[in-house]
């Protein structure tokens, strides 16, 4: 044969090996917790008026599209001087966060001819110039950003620790007109809540340090550490316990900590204009009163003034508010104009006359309902599989992949991949659902209380969602309520596996898939521990679980591999000595599983965000051998329970056929309002129940 014949061939090889690899095209679809379907937020600002006057109404500065949040005034760069000029308009630039794509990159918007307050809020809406500030490569969440002269300051959780349970979240900057990025936090150290001072020579965060992180999902225990800004250089811790720092000049910081009192409460840091910086040399003092909840600060000038968000006894809201240290006082700022919504993280103009923040677009009140998101498509790091948040819980594939099972609590739904055809199944509270591999429409759930104990009356259900008659086909597979639940079926559709804490531990038993426990039923593992959240590889081979059985009662889960004929076990992600890591669900082709883990830790200070039980939930794959583990989500939400279908969905996002009250979310429900001393001092025991009632369901 020639060569070129040979090449030929060759190439005509690889082109069908390529070809089987875009035919083996797959999505992973995820449930994101706390209400995250039904909320987008944009940014808004009002004017702070000299003569303590309340403002009228606010201005909305980015477009009403996706999560907008986070932002930054910007004092003018020269060309956009020029242009102004040129033009004779003003303009309020803007930098911020934005998760367009389902993912968070940073953006910066210019604002011309902002109109002056007071008028309707429709005929404040502005026109904008938009960039993108940060290309769009590699998939991670960026926060926070500030720009100094050419260079842009931020969060990215781009880079692995390579350590589980250590958080990504590191401060880089990124010079806009060269590409060129820096990172500025050492390896090996998370740093949150990045603030450049106003010269820009430093920068401030809330860092973790060496101390890693432990799990804590309230007040992380951060330090305030300042460095150059120029390179990360003379790093130096200035304040012990102290979050979220904020500049009022080159010498003064505000942050936040939640005080002995249980308060969450502002505090100043004064750095010595001479001599060695220091822990030591640091004056630090409080500033904001116990009785009410003051975080997030943002300084206004330096003139003693001090924006902050706060949660105040008799309101359910967060709001944003200025307290002035020299009078100590508060002034309410957003309260009088949308009294029903929550205001996170507030930030002043250079020149003091403005103050940002972001909060829902649309009303908790319905004014405005707008069609949630049944798929909101992310922008996927590995370009065969697309990715999608399903507004619903526990979603699983029907065999052939174009249709959902889910659970909107309570209830069992099924849906087309479209959004179409949604039937609510069962109106009982129901989880982890599954569908039988041979008979069509026949789906598995377990009916019942979620996540107690193993006493608590929870059974496995099959039934026929394409059933018109939906009670003829339903039927009960266990009995005595034992908490059986998490229900998965063999591949040939003979058995089911499921977990049951019938001999007082919930451990892993497979019964007839068909007849239930009565035609059938054996134990598959036994031990004084959790085996729980089991998924039957489509090749027969494994059964993957999670355990808690090396720390139980830890609170921590691990997962696990074991023949459907009890041989073979072995440990497939070890994440950290306490961590969580639960919900494996198989790839069509056996080889990899989906999970979601603790293990990229928190990638943001919890309070500066809505509720999340566990906001360090995020979705991974890892082959079955244990190698290749990838991140699929970044973000600060709990992201849990994937499932992993044989069909690659358009990457689009999807919306609901049905409309929702949006802004309907609940602030941190940690922040105890009216009593918060008992509330610093709870244990960890009653933490870990807490947030083990999501995503868990141990
Ligand atoms: C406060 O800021 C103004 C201008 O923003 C400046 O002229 C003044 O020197 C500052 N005062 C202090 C004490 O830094
Ligand atoms: C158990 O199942 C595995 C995987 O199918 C198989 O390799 C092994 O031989 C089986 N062992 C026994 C004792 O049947
Ligand atoms: C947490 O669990 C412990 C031990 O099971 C129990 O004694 C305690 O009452 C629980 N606390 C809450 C708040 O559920």
Sequence with gaps: MAKSKQLYLLFQILLVLSLIDLCSSESIIFATLGSRSMYSFDIYSVPLDSKNSAPLSELRLTDGHSLNFNGQFVTSTNIIREQQQQQQQRAIELVYATERGGVSTIYQDIIFNPTPQGLRREALEVSAQRVELLSGDGVSMKDRPSLVGDSLIYVSTHENPGVPRASWAAVYSTQLSTGLTRRLSPYGVADFSPAVSPSGVWTAVASL?????????????????????????????????????????????????????????????????????????????????????????????????????????????????????????????????????????????????????????????????????????????????????????????????????????????????????????????????????????????????????????????????????????????????????????????????????????????????????????????????????????????????????????????????????????????????????????????SKKIAFTSDYGAVSAEPISNPHQYQPYGDIYTINVDGSGLKRLTHNSYEDGTPAWGPNYIQPVDVESAYNAAQCAFEDLSWLQIDSPASASHRNRVEDYNGSTKIQCGG
Excluded at 355 to 383: Q, T
Excluded at 439 to 464: A, C, L
Aim: net charge negative; glycine share 10%; with cysteine.
């Design 209 to 589: 340090g060496d101390k890693g992180w432990n799990g804590e999902v309230e007040e992380l225990g951060t330090d305030v550490f300042v460095f150059s800004t120029r390179d990360g250089s003379n790093r130096v811790k200035v304040v012990e316990h102290g979050g979220w720092p904020s500049w009022a000049d080159e010498f003064t910081l505000y942050f936040h900590r939640r005080g002995d009192d249980g308060w969450w409460s502002i505090y100043k840091a004064i750095l010595p204009k001479n001599g060695e910086l220091s822990v030591d040399s640091v004056l630090t003092q409080r500033v904001t009163p116990p009785g009410v909840h003051s975080f997030t600060p943002a300084a206004c000038g330096n003139e003693s003034l001090v924006a902050v968000a706060t949660r105040r006894s008799g309101s359910d809201y967060r709001h944003i508010e200025i307290f002035d240290l020299k009078a100590k006082k508060y002034r309410e700022l957003t309260r009088p104009i949308t009294p029903d919504a929550h205001h996170f993280s507030p930030f002043c103009s250079a020149d003091s006359k403005m103050v940002g923040y972001h909060k829902c677009r649309g009303s908790s009140r319905g004014m405005k309902s707008e069609k949630p998101l049944f798929l909101e498509n992310l922008r996927s790091p590995m370009p065969e599989i697309s990715l999608f948040r399903v507004d619903g819980s526990f979603p699983s594939f029907s065999p052939d992949g174009n249709r959902v099972a889910f659970v909107d609590f309570p209830g069992l739904y099924v849906a087309n991949m479209d959004g179409s055809g949604r039937r609510q199944v069962l109106s009982d509270m129901a989880f982890a659902t599954a569908w039988d591999p041979k008979r069509k429409g026949v789906v598995y759930t377990s009916t019942g209380p979620t996540f107690e104990t193993e006493s608590t009356e929870v059974d496995i259900v099959s039934v026929n969602v394409d059933d018109n008659d939906l009670e003829s086909s339903y039927k009960k597979l266990t009995h005595g309520g034992a908490n059986n639940a998490f229900p998965w079926p063999s591949p040939d559709g003979k058995w089911v596996v499921f977990r049951s804490g019938r001999s007082g531990h919930k451990n892993l038993y497979i019964m007839d898939a068909v007849e239930g426990e009565t035609g059938g039923l054996h134990r598959l593992t036994e031990g004084p521990w959790s085996d729980t959240m089991c998924n039957w590889s489509p090749d027969g081979e494994w059964i993957a679980f999670a355990s808690d059985r090396e720390i139980v009662g830890s609170g921590g889960f691990e997962l696990y591999l074991i023949h459907p004929n009890g041989t073979g076990l072995r440990k497939l992600v070890q994440s950290g000595s306490v961590g969580r890591t639960n919900h494996p669900y198989f790839s069509p082709d």
